[in-house]
Structure formats: structure tokens, C-alpha cells
């Protein structure tokens, strides 16, 4: 079979798959390129887009394009080709942390990734209360695939680590709003109705505070005038997944960004919503807290997972807008 080429028309689709990933604060802290001799995505870490206040280490950040990575992988192998994946730390190029080759035809049956492609415009954070129906036994197995697949552990709970988790979350959630600095910078990310932001969180996508105080829902706006709405109960049984890896390199952050949006599509592909409650993550000894008796652990991100609504959408920058010069849909040529 001919390998399909590298139009404007496929550079179009993925690089508009890789920014709908999520990203902390959807700060979309990503840059694109294309190498067209070796037929290559160049995925760069954007450093003007920082949180040095919640993420000094870049840890956070690194998720965010790791999961970028993820669906321009899924976007490939839809469009009918093997992408070869190479995580790098090239010391004259820092800022390059992918690249995505576009080899050979899909593997086929080895690999379920094209099966994900609708689901990238489906999945959406939803911060709103969810029924309490539990999930399956099925789908949390094969959510927790999902994360296996990618070189990263997901580990469901019982109720009473369960609520240990939320309450060292809650801890983390009340650090977070007597801290000038974060409290500052998360608002700087929220946007108004009628702002033409490409970047942060609407107020309209924010959901309501738990009535009950189960879940430590992330307050973005503190004392901030603006829209609230209406405490409301949250379910009372909550499903929550923690993801977490062997090590703590800046290519396990990679790696586990992959695994949670591999994670989150395959959730969303059984209507399952999602939401991360990633607060805990942001203070060293809380985050320590979150791996428990675990050993070799290094949490990354806790997953809060149930049937509800679906989240509203953020909005994203145009892919040519994250190309690099010449890259972008309109470039000329193919590769």
C-alpha cells in the first residue's frame, strides 16, 4: 500500500487532533513543526505559557504535551499511518521534547489508537455533579489498560482510600487559596464571556462548589466577582483513579501525559465523563501523601471519573497560530 503523504490537508488534521488535548489551566503549552525529510511532527514545550507559581518543575506541563502526543498518535494511525514516537532531551534543543514520525501504514489489529479518533472532539472536562452510578468493572479494566499501554499504572481505590485521597486533596485545595501567588495565577487564566481568548477557562465552563464538601473542586475564581454557580450536591459514592509511574523523569511526565489521554479518550468512549483533581499534585509533600504504602510510586494526576454531564467546551488556539513558520495547514508542498 502507498504511504499517504504529508499534504497540508493531514498536517490540517493533526495538528487540530493534538490541540484539543488538555492542558493545565488549558495554557496549551505546546509548538508544532513539521521535518519533511524524515516525515516528522516536531513537538516543542511552549515556555512562554509557565505556572511558576503551581508548576515550578514543569511537571504539569510536560503531562499537557505528553497528552498532546497522544492524540497526534491517535490522529496518525487514522489517517493510515504507523507513527514512531521518540521522547527527547537533546541538550541543543531543550525545547523539544516529541517527535512523531509518520511511517509505513497502521499496524492494524496491534493497535486500537484510530478507534479513539472521534473521541478527541468528544472528550471534555466536566466539573459538574455526576449521578453516583458506579462504572463498571469492565471499563475500569480496560481504562486501566489504557494507562498499562502506556508505561504508567492506574489504580482504583476502595471508598476508604478513596476518601483519604479527597481529603488530602481538600488539604492541597486550601493551601492553594491562601497562597497569593497560585490564587493569582490560576485567575489569570480564567476568561469572561465575549473575551476572544484562545487560551484559559471560560467562567462558563467552571462547575459549582459540593454542597457536602466531598469533592474539593477547584475554586479558580476565589473572591473574584464573578458568575457563580449555586453550591449543589455532588454524588456520594465517588469514583476516583489515581495514575502514577515508577519514576519521576521529565520522560515519565511525557509518558504519563500519554497514558492519561489514553485513559480520558477511552473513558469518554463508553460515556463515561472525567474531570482531574490535580491540587495535591502541585505541593511535594502532599503529592508524596497521594502515593500511600505504594512503593516506587510517583503520582501524577488523580482522576475523578462517573456518568453526569457532559463538560463545556474551552477554547483552543488554531493550528496555525502553534505551527511553527511554514508548517502550518497552508503550507505548501508535501513530504
Do not use: K
Not at 524524515?38 to 514545550?45: A, K, Q, W
Not at 471508598?159 to 481529603?167: E, G, P, S, Y
Not at 466577582?225 to 450536591?233: D, E, I
Amino acid at each position: 500500500m502507498q504511504t499517504r503523504e504529508v499534504d497540508a490537508p493531514a498536517v490540517q488534521a493533526l495538528l487540530a487532533a493534538a490541540v484539543a488535548a488538555p492542558s493545565i489551566h488549558n495554557t496549551q503549552p505546546w509548538r508544532f513543526g513539521l521535518d519533511p525529510e524524515s516525515r516528522s511532527i516536531l513537538v516543542r514545550v511552549d515556555r512562554g505559557r509557565l505556572l511558576p507559581a503551581t508548576d515550578p518543575r514543569l511537571r504539569a506541563q510536560y503531562l499537557s504535551v505528553g497528552a498532546a502526543v497522544l492524540n497526534l498518535r491517535v490522529a496518525a494511525e487514522y489517517l493510515g499511518w504507523d507513527p514512531v514516537v521518540r521522547l527527547c532531551s537533546a541538550a541543543d534543543d531543550p525545547d523539544l521534547l516529541a517527535t512523531v514520525q509518520l511511517t509505513g501504514t497502521a499496524a492494524g489489529a496491534q493497535s486500537s489508537l484510530r478507534d479513539l479518533y472521534g473521541e478527541i472532539e468528544r472528550r471534555h472536562t466536566s466539573r459538574m455533579p455526576f449521578t453516583g452510578r458506579g462504572v463498571p468493572d469492565a471499563i475500569v479494566t480496560e481504562m486501566t489498560g489504557a494507562a498499562r499501554a502506556e508505561g504508567a499504572q492506574l489504580d482504583v481505590p476502595d471508598i476508604v482510600a478513596t476518601r483519604r485521597l479527597l481529603r488530602v486533596t481538600a488539604v492541597a485545595e486550601s493551601r492553594n487559596a491562601v497562597h497569593p501567588a497560585r490564587a493569582s495565577e490560576v485567575r489569570t487564566w480564567i476568561t469572561v464571556p465575549g473575551a476572544d481568548a484562545a487560551y484559559g477557562i471560560p467562567v462558563t465552563a467552571l462547575g459549582p462548589r459540593d454542597a457536602s464538601g466531598r469533592v474539593p473542586v477547584r475554586d479558580f475564581v476565589g473572591a473574584l466577582p464573578a458568575p457563580r454557580l449555586p453550591t449543589l450536591p455532588f454524588e456520594r459514592h465517588v469514583q476516583v483513579a489515581l495514575l502514577w509511574t515508577s519514576h519521576d523523569r521529565p520522560e515519565d511526565w511525557l509518558r504519563a501525559g500519554q497514558a492519561l489521554q489514553r485513559v480520558l479518550l477511552t473513558a469518554t468512549a463508553h460515556g463515561v465523563r472525567t474531570s482531574m483533581l490535580h491540587q495535591a499534585m502541585e505541593w511535594p509533600d502532599l503529592r508524596e501523601a497521594m502515593a500511600g504504602s505504594r512503593q516506587r510510586c510517583c503520582p501524577q494526576v488523580l482522576i475523578r471519573f462517573g456518568y453526569g454531564p457532559d463538560g463545556a467546551r474551552t477554547p483552543r488556539a488554531p493550528a496555525d497560530l502553534v505551527s511553527a513558520p511554514g508548517t502550518g495547514p497552508d503550507a505548501e508542498g508535501t513530504a
